[in-house]
């Protein structure tokens, strides 16, 4: 099974992301974001740096924009780029409309991106359990502003 | 594929989707373009994306595509629209897009290119280090917690009181370079800071600065008004709200997905999340969207007056701003709240710039009454996309189109190679056609074409 794909699109990038399990959908997601907007790695001597994520969303497409999101927020705040991840947990009360999830990312210090992302989008955004693709038992595609 | 049979020709440059294709429309949806346009259009999903704010809540009269209509998320970029907030017309992040009031600003000089053809080169060189752009690199400019609010609230003001560019550079940006209905107490803690570093910076992507000369007058009773004459050169500059913009508007299509169900509102695309105008949440936006406005007009008078001191070291002489103008924007105008996202006000007698891709040409224009009467006052606002950008970094090498561009008296100046492919002017579709089909149309039209000499943008 791929992590994930990108895929074209006119004005902004698309990536497809694949997962055993939701987290692992969320993380490889995560791992899409950074392909896409690659990275300059710092020369300067700085360990890598151990952080938590929070999101929350209605549902889980929303509570995969808040996680990319705010993912994506920390990494321009820091400059670090996060492919570590670790204790990745989601919990889903369908009922409340309430979902969140908690993990634990190291953080790589970088230079630069390659490329800015301005935001995660919702278009196209749809988790599909069990896809006929067989590409994995969760897919999604995510659309970023570039 | 958008299927054409359901198109029907109102005239030469518009067409229209007719209300009952699909049963959420509310009104019908247009398209300003030549027939060959419409092609490519329903070639991608944009008709399917205009088609959906179409159905948006207190919609009214008709939503429309400007010809260089392409596909994004949520509106097609190229989109406009109008609510009637008396209606419980809705407000919409999502369909004015992340860059608010992403635009651009044109400067003028007393100076012909055959007076400094010599120096064009130095000219873009000495932008280029001079104006931070691209990726990585911070504005010069640092602020505390307090500025920033001062940013926030007062736009280019607040620029002009510090000592970037002066007041007569005010009367002439749209919202005269600060929008009222703002509050920064609105703005998230995030958006701040993702802006802090970032004023006075042009960003990437499609941002540039780009020196040019007037190459050809269409009207020369409004060029004149205008202060444009022939070879005369003149400097584009094109970016928005950086980090703050972006944020602001992630944040508040996270509010409204959540209040929607509140107002009983249905969308068919989450990215159109929004909230009726009067509401608390649609005001609250309102209000934050006017601090990201305020910020981009505060980024350009900074650029612009960064643009000033190298025109003064390596040329000599003043720059005037002609004219500065938003293409994603909302704002209320005749009681209905507009929605531009990538498309540019077009009111009567009002300078429109148009930015082309690079290497080829942008437009000054003028815009019309038709437009107030037909389009909400608007038209296109460049090229538009019609290739991705994987694609055209495979057709294209930088440095060869840097070459290129050379040879035909263009220097480009970049930190990235594939920044410069992902901008070819095959990315993108023709901007002289774009501009003609506004010009036909009567939405808006041509005054002056500028040719590009240098280009300055980041990777």
């Given at each position: 099974m791929k992590n994930f794909e990108i895929l074209p699109h006119p004005s902004d990038v698309k990536i497809r992301a694949f997962g055993h399990t939701l987290e692992e959908l969320f993380k490889n997601a995560a791992l899409g974001m950074f392909a896409v907007s690659g990275r300059v790695i710092s020369n300067r001597v700085v360990s890598d740096k151990e952080r938590e994520v929070l999101a929350k969303g209605i549902d889980e497409e929303a509570l995969l924009v808040s996680f990319l999101s705010e993912i994506w927020y920390l990494s321009e705040l820091n400059k670090e780029v996060y492919e570590d991840f670790s204790e990745i947990k989601i919990i889903k009360n369908e009922k409340n409309k309430n979902y969140q999830i908690k993990a634990k990312m190291l953080g790589k210090p970088i230079e630069r991106f390659n490329l800015e992302i301005k935001a995660v989008t919702f278009w196209d955004l749809e988790i599909v359990e069990n896809p006929p693709t067989g590409g994995g038992q969760f897919e999604t595609t995510v659309t970023f502003d570039i | 594929m958008f299927p054409k049979n359901v198109i029907s020709k109102i005239d030469d440059y518009t067409w229209e989707i007719p209300k009952s294709f699909r049963s959420d429309m509310r009104v019908p949806a247009r398209v300003i373009a030549t027939e060959n346009m419409l092609d490519e259009a329903v070639s991608d999903r944009s008709l399917e994306q205009l088609v959906n704010i179409a159905a948006l809540p207190g919609v009214v009269k008709y939503a429309l595509a400007m010809p260089d209509v392409h596909e994004g998320y949520g509106a097609p970029i190229g989109g406009v629209f109008a609510t009637d907030p008396e209606n419980d017309g809705v407000i919409s992040p999502g369909a004015i897009g992340y860059d608010c009031n992403c635009g651009v600003r044109l400067l003028t000089s007393r100076t012909t290119y055959e007076q400094v053809k010599d120096k064009i080169k130095d000219l873009a060189l000495g932008l280029f280090n001079h104006v931070p752009s691209g990726l990585g690199k911070g504005g010069k400019i640092r602020l505390t917690e307090q500025d920033f609010d001062k940013v926030l609230e007062k736009g280019a003001e607040w620029a002009v009181s510090k000592g970037y560019g002066n007041k007569e550079d005010l009367k002439v940006i749209e919202e005269n370079g600060r929008k009222m209905e703002n509050e920064p107490e609105k703005v998230s803690k995030r958006a701040k800071n993702r802006g802090r570093d970032q004023l006075g910076t042009i960003g990437s992507g499609n941002h540039f600065v780009e020196v040019q000369k007037v190459a050809e007058i269409y009207d020369g009773k409004v060029a004149e008004t205008f202060g444009l004459f022939p070879d005369q050169i003149t400097i584009l500059i094109h970016t928005g709200s950086r980090g703050t913009g972006h944020q602001?508007?992630?944040?508040?299509?996270?509010?409204?997905?959540?209040?929607?169900?509140?107002?009983?509102?249905?969308?068919?695309?989450?990215?159109?999340?929004?909230?009726?105008?009067?509401?608390?949440?649609?005001?609250?936006?309102?209000?934050?969207?006017?601090?990201?406005?305020?910020?981009?007009?505060?980024?350009?008078?900074?650029?612009?007056?960064?643009?000033?001191?190298?025109?003064?070291?390596?040329?000599?002489?003043?720059?005037?701003?002609?004219?500065?103008?938003?293409?994603?924007?909302?704002?209320?105008?005749?009681?209905?709240?507009?929605?531009?996202?990538?498309?540019?006000?077009?009111?009567?007698?009002?300078?429109?710039?148009?930015?082309?891709?690079?290497?080829?040409?942008?437009?000054?224009?003028?815009?019309?009454?038709?437009?107030?009467?037909?389009?909400?006052?608007?038209?296109?606002?460049?090229?538009?996309?019609?290739?991705?950008?994987?694609?055209?970094?495979?057709?294209?090498?930088?440095?060869?189109?840097?070459?290129?561009?050379?040879q035909k008296g263009i220097t480009v100046v970049s930190d990235s190679l594939p920044g410069i492919a992902e901008e070819a002017p095959l990315a993108y579709k023709d901007v002289n056609e774009v501009v003609e089909v506004v010009h036909q149309a009567g939405i808006s039209k041509k005054v002056a074409k500028l040719k590009p000499l240098g280009v300055i943008k980041g990777g």
């Open positions: - | 602001i508007a992630t944040d508040y299509i996270n509010v409204m997905l959540q209040a929607m169900p509140k107002y009983g509102i249905e969308i068919p695309d989450r990215e159109l999340s929004c909230a009726p105008f009067k509401s608390p949440e649609g005001q609250d936006y309102y209000l934050a969207h006017g601090c990201a406005i305020n910020f981009a007009f505060a980024n350009r008078q900074i650029v612009a007056h960064l643009v000033r001191e190298v025109w003064e070291k390596i040329i000599g002489g003043e720059l005037q701003t002609l004219y500065e103008v938003a293409h994603n924007i909302g704002k209320v105008e005749n009681g209905l709240v507009v929605h531009r996202k990538g498309a540019t006000r077009s009111f009567d007698n009002q300078p429109v710039l148009v930015p082309g891709s690079m290497g080829t040409a942008s437009y000054v224009l003028v815009g019309t009454k038709k437009a107030e009467g037909e389009t909400f006052g608007s038209t296109c606002h460049g090229a538009g996309r019609r290739m991705s950008r994987a694609e055209a970094k495979r057709k294209v090498r930088g440095d060869v189109l840097q070459k290129e561009l050379a």
